[in-house]
């Protein structure tokens, strides 16, 4: 195909002058990666899916109606996209509940285990919390690179090209971004286990 070798951006310009193809090589050049990141979040072939029907029918209406504004960064907004379609749909799915009752089923150990599971919750998104204030404090290099490569599923190749360095530059600021944060949780005292 005539645009498989053009930059994301160029597609993206292509797409919104009208060009339907272009916006099928974004599809294209990108599903694994999104399709992966949702898979690995919901852990149910057909709900990821359809997440990720819906996360590309929200860009083409986001780019149709003129909304699309991140500068050439086309993975990293679809795939902020795809972050927010997963946690849409927990917390939807947690406030219609299903449960599954067998012939051996017993309501008492499904509120002992919506218990636990809230409180294991709470644990892990407090750990979650912590360590993103503390990455906060971590050199902007640095930070960047983590934040890149953990957050956006970027390779070390992508950071690189994304922040004009080589990729032994990102690898190196990768770890000393680890360095400084387990520093950083050790005199934070951060428990980073139930």
């Known amino acids: 195909m005539m645009y498989e070798k053009e930059d ?12 339907e193809a272009a916006f099928e090589v974004l599809l294209r050049r990108h599903k694994s990666r999104v399709y992966g990141y949702i898979r690995m979040m919901v852990k149910d072939g057909q709900l990821a899916e359809d997440i ?9 209406l986001t780019m149709k109606k003129g909304s699309y504004n991140e500068e ?9 996209i795809a972050h ?6 927990f917390r939807k799915n947690k ?5 599954d009752g067998g012939p051996d089923f017993d309501i008492f150990n499904v509120i002992k285990d919506e218990d636990r599971i809230i409180d294991e919750e709470m644990v892990i998104g407090q750990i979650h919390s912590d360590v993103k204030k503390l990455i906060e404090f971590l050199p902007k290099e640095q930070r960047d690179v983590l934040i890149m490569r953990h957050y956006n599923d970027m390779s070390f190749k992508e950071i690189a090209e994304d922040t004009n360095v080589s990729i032994n530059t ?3 600021r990768m770890r000393y971004a680890l360095i400084n944060l387990r520093r950083l949780i050790e005199e934070h005292n951060v428990v980073l286990t139930q």
Do not use: E
């Open 8 to 19: 994301d951006q160029v597609l993206v310009g292509q797409y919104l002058a009208g060009n």
């Open 72 to 80: 050439g960064k086309f993975l990293p907004w679809i795939m902020r």
């Open 52 to 60: 990720f029907q819906d996360v590309f029918v929200k860009a083409v």
């Open 170 to 172: 990102a690898l190196g």
């Open 84 to 89: 927010n379609q997963v946690i849409d749909t």
């Open 95 to 99: 406030r219609y509940p299903t449960v």
